[in-house]
């Protein structure tokens, strides 16, 4: 079977709120070959399954921090995710 998903070969940022689904999307960008990089919200994100992958911890309220970080990793296409 042939994958309907366009070729991604930059690193894929993750914005991470609380919940399981975060990691299992990551684990799921990972398998496929692609680099998560998750950026994780304070107060929402477990701290320790954070850790598994490359990350960067910002608040709601840091748009203009983010928005440096996701361009500083190379992350062209970001999901949000939050419960």
Do not use: N, Y
């Not at 993750?14 to 994780?40: E, H, S, Y």
């Amino acid at each position: 079977m042939i994958s309907a998903a366009p070729d991604i070969s930059s690193p894929v940022g993750v914005i991470a709120g609380g919940g399981a689904m975060p990691f299992a999307v990551a684990d799921q960008i990972a398998a496929r070959g692609i680099k998560p990089v998750l950026f994780a919200l304070r107060g929402a994100c477990d701290p320790v399954e954070v850790e598994r992958f490359r990350h960067h911890w910002i608040a709601v309220g840091q748009l203009g921090r983010a928005t440096k970080l996701f361009r500083e990793e190379g992350c062209r296409d970001l999901i949000f995710i939050a419960r």
